[in-house]
């Protein structure tokens, strides 16, 4: 069975940095693509990118470019989604999920999310 | 402002049919880059509904349909019921954008 497991909510302060890990169980991680799904409170979804396990080939979707970091470590199936320096804004649900091409590409799997909280 | 159009609310009662819309343009559906659908019950998970237009995931009743023509892409729900009551999302590929993109996502409430 497909799983992605995703940590417990988060509470931060505006400046502090932040990883957050997805990680795969019950298929072969590096064949997959994971992509970063963000939910703002109370709003709609969406794509901040997706990167190739089997490679780190990484994708982010301009609103998100340079304002995050993804990356994965093979050694443990994990994926992680990563701040430098966390914004009130940043305050929302991160979802990973797996898609089986980037290109044309849908989220067939998805993680239960875990929520960012960044507040002064 | 999504780049896919859905219509913020649809509903209906028990049993009947609903449609959702979701209109692009010709840098993603009408480029003809496939259209597939999510679902989200309240405070869950996105599951996939429909893959590639019309392609029902395992475990997806076939209630639910998809289609696409030109420019749009509609999701179909055809016997509601009161489980249907959640929050839909169309998504798509944008070539201009060079990523993917999500509709707006609709709440369809069940009378």
């Known amino acids: 069975e497909v799983q992605l497991v995703q940590s417990g909510a988060e509470v931060k302060k505006p400046g502090e940095s932040l990883e957050i890990p997805c990680k795969g169980s019950?298929?072969?991680?590096?064949?997959?693509?994971i992509g970063w799904v963000r939910q703002m409170p109370g709003k709609g979804l969406e794509w901040m990118g997706i990167?190739?396990?089997?490679?780190?080939?990484?994708r982010y979707s301009p609103s998100f470019q340079g304002q995050v970091t993804f990356s994965v470590d093979k050694s443990t199936n994990t994926a992680y989604l990563q701040w430098s320096s966390l914004k009130a804004s940043d305050t929302a649900m991160y979802y990973c999920?797996?898609?089986?091409?980037?290109?044309?590409?849908?989220?067939?799997?998805w993680g239960q999310g875990t929520l960012v909280t960044v507040s002064s | 402002q999504s780049v896919l159009t859905q219509p913020p609310s649809v509903s209906g009662a028990p049993g009947q049919r609903v449609t959702i819309s979701c209109t692009g343009s010709?840098?993603?559906?009408?480029?003809?880059?496939?259209v597939h659908w999510y679902q989200q019950l309240p405070e869950t998970a996105p599951r996939l509904l429909i893959s590639?237009?019309?392609k029902r995931p395992s475990g997806v009743p076939d209630r639910f349909s998809g289609s696409k023509s030109g420019t749009s892409a509609s999701l179909a729900i055809t016997g509601l019921q009161a489980e249907d009551e959640a929050d839909y999302y169309c998504?798509?590929?944008?070539?201009?954008?060079?990523?993917?993109?999500f509709g707006g996502g609709t709440a369809l409430t069940v009378l």
């Open positions: 990167i190739y396990p089997a490679d780190s080939d990484t």
């Open positions: 019950g298929y072969s991680f590096t064949t997959f693509w």
């Open positions: 998504q798509s590929y944008d070539s201009r954008l060079s990523g993917w993109v």
């Open positions: 590639v237009n019309n």
């Open positions: 010709g840098s993603n559906i009408g480029a003809g880059f496939d």
């Open positions: 999920a797996t898609a089986s091409r980037w290109y044309g590409g849908y989220f067939d799997y």
